[in-house]
């Protein structure tokens, strides 16, 4: 059966495709987290328990940087963490393996899901636009995978190293449950890929006139105040881990306002051709 013309569907016909798109999504998806299902060694061994031991990269280099500057406090250079992970439920483990590798399943596929969201909005673009397909999938790829590692090797160590070591009182032991380490790894590297996006998002708020340069330079304030409190919600409570956060998310920002700025040249030129086109 013939694809309609997307000036011919219906609203209902908009929805069948979204939904066959989806159906494809889940299914890449879930293919992705039945293979990563088989490799819970890999998975949790080698990548989600590395991070709560001090041979972790990250903490090698802030342990080096700190005996650099001479602190006298470096908690970078611990032998290892004073705390242990647990299970306390009798269906945790196996609740926490399927879910793991669900969200892995999501982060391998990113370049599918992407994908299938474009071909569902291309066709109401210019055949122009459709040609950046290819650029768009491989820019929205690569910037959330840098998101990801971000999270996995910036954010996700700085919050296991305050949060892992910080204690009340000696009479208190920490014994984490493994559900809130995973979660913690999560959040950290899921929220930095989503975050990495943002010169995608500017790009599209652009094109349809939502956002201009004019309108982001004059709020940068604004969103200089905005990346702060994210970076407080993201990381932990001390300054030098906000600042480490915000520095990436602030350089994106002004990426966002070049690109705007970009865009919007490029609608005027074409303004300007169609226009003289049409008085010659």
Known sequence: ????????????????????????????????????????????????????????????????????????????????????????EMAGQFSIHIWTSIYAGFIVAFPYVIYQLWKFISPGLTSKERRTSTGFIIISSLLFFMGVLFGYYIITPLSINFLGTYSVSAEVSNEIDISSYIGLIRASVLASGIIFELPILIYFLTKVGLVTPEFLKKYRKFALVIVLILSAVITPPDVASQIIVAIPVIILYEVSIHISRVVVKKEKKENKKEKNVRTS
């Not at 293979?35 to 990548?47: E, G, L």
Request: charged content about 20%; glycine content about 4%.
């Open 1 to 88: 059966m013939a694809k309609k013309n997307v000036n011919e569907m219906s609203f209902l016909d908009h929805l069948e495709d979204l939904r066959w798109h989806l159906i494809r999504i889940v299914s890449a998806v879930v293919l992705c987290g039945m293979v990563a299902f088989c490799f819970p060694t890999f998975m949790f061994d080698s990548v989600l328990f590395a991070p709560q031991k001090m041979t972790f990269p990250t903490y090698k280099g802030l342990c080096e940087i700190s005996q650099f500057f001479g602190f006298e406090d470096i908690s970078f250079c611990a032998d290892s963490f004073p705390f242990i992970i647990q299970n306390r």
